[in-house]
């Protein structure tokens, strides 16, 4: 397989799963290269223990999450008002900007608040969750992806709905 | 009724994660992307001619060191008086005799 068909096979879903994560069309984008520049440098090194499509979503995740956290810290470096918690540098509403095409003008609102909670969550959990009901992946796939067993995505995707719930609940 | 108060009436808010849909990739990533690999590419040669000419110039300097500490070294002191005599001077400094 060449790589531009591995690139025709597999952009829908680095490019669907990196959107998962930041909410938006531009950061997906960057994320979307970045991975399939990665895949381009290490598939010598693809040693087939798992699918290619496994290991593009490790790769996809791995970025995500790397961008999300290299985000954060330009922020945290550029903001000194009152928006801060006195013992927290944690921005107090986090609001993502969503520009995702996949949600629905009527749902955005709601979408917004939601994913604001989500991105509270540990990357751990926020990952099985998004995995789970986003992606629609078994827990068996989840698992293969995510190197645990399927009861640790069990134990994560609940601990992620009751974190969700939880943070709902407090921001009343 | 505000956003927050919306999702929480529902009964399992996290549910509405499910109503988002898949949109496809912009068509024109392969080409950024193969831009991209290119760039790496280059600045991986450009690194590594970088990291020669550092290394053959230390070298170089290094040779420099090693050469006149070996210079120093096997070089004889040779005395005032002795180099006057051999190049014809006054062993004083006087003008007049």
């Known amino acids: ?172 | 009724m505000n956003a927050s108060q919306k999702i929480c009436n529902m009964n399992n808010p996290i549910d509405l994660l499910e109503q988002i849909k898949k949109v496809d990739a912009p068509p024109f990533l392969l080409t950024r992307i193969k831009q991209k690999i290119e760039n790496a590419q280059q600045a991986s040669f450009s690194k590594g001619l970088s990291w020669s000419l550092m290394i053959s110039l230390c070298m170089m300097v290094l040779l420099n060191i090693a050469v006149m500490i070996k210079y120093t070294n096997t070089t004889t002191s040779i005395q005032d008086s002795t180099l006057a005599a051999a190049m014809n001077f006054l062993p004083t400094n006087s003008l007049y005799e």
């Open chain 1, 1 to 172: 397989m060449t790589f531009e068909q591995l690139y025709e096979s597999h952009k829908g879903i680095v490019f669907n799963l990196a959107l998962q994560y930041v909410q938006n069309t531009e950061d997906a984008e960057e994320i979307t290269q970045d991975v399939f520049v990665s895949v381009y440098q290490s598939i010598d090194q693809f040693k087939e223990q798992s699918s290619i499509s496994t290991w593009i979503y490790r790769i996809c995740i791995n970025k995500s999450l790397d961008h999300i956290k290299a985000k954060k810290r330009k922020k945290r470096f550029g903001i000194f008002t009152s928006l801060f918690y006195e013992d927290s540098s944690d921005l107090r509403y986090d609001l993502p900007n969503i520009d995702h095409p996949g949600i629905q003008l009527e749902q955005k609102e709601r979408l917004t608040y939601l994913f604001s909670c989500i991105n509270q969550l540990p990357d751990k959990q926020k990952t099985a969750l998004i995995l789970s009901k986003i992606e629609r992946k078994s827990q068996v796939e989840i698992a293969a992806i995510m190197n645990i067993s399927p009861k640790a995505v069990e134990s994560l995707v609940q601990r992620a709905k009751t974190g969700v719930l939880k943070k709902m609940n407090l921001n009343e």
